[in-house]
C-alpha cells in the first residue's frame, strides 16, 4: 500500500519535497509572500506534471485533474 502511495501521480503532485502542500508550507513563512508568488511557485515547480493545471495568461489560479474531473482554484 505505502509503495503505491509513493508511485502515484497524485501523491507526487502533492507531498514531495516540492509538491503543492510543501511550497505552501514554505510560502507561508515568508511576511511578504502573496497569492501570486505562491502560485508562481505552483507554476515553477509543478507545470510538468500530469495532474496540474496552469492556466492561460498570467491569472493567480491554477487546476487540478482528480477523480471529479478539473478543478481550478483561485
Given at each position: 500500500h505505502?509503495?503505491?502511495?509513493?508511485?502515484?501521480?497524485?501523491?507526487?503532485?502533492?507531498?514531495?519535497?516540492?509538491?503543492?502542500?510543501?511550497?505552501?508550507?514554505?510560502?507561508?513563512?515568508?511576511?511578504?509572500?502573496?497569492?501570486?508568488?505562491?502560485?508562481?511557485k505552483?507554476?515553477?515547480?509543478?507545470?510538468?506534471?500530469s495532474?496540474?493545471?496552469?492556466?492561460?495568461?498570467?491569472e493567480?489560479?491554477?487546476?487540478?485533474?482528480h477523480?471529479?474531473?478539473?478543478?481550478?482554484r483561485?
Open positions: 505505502f509503495l503505491w502511495r509513493l508511485k502515484s501521480n497524485k501523491y507526487l503532485l502533492f507531498f514531495t519535497d516540492f509538491g503543492i502542500f510543501a511550497l505552501l508550507d514554505e510560502e507561508s513563512r515568508f511576511p511578504k509572500a502573496t497569492d501570486q508568488s505562491l502560485v508562481q505552483f507554476h515553477s515547480h509543478c507545470k510538468n506534471h495532474r496540474y493545471i496552469k492556466p492561460r495568461g498570467n493567480t489560479t491554477f487546476g487540478i485533474h477523480y471529479a474531473g478539473k478543478v481550478n483561485k
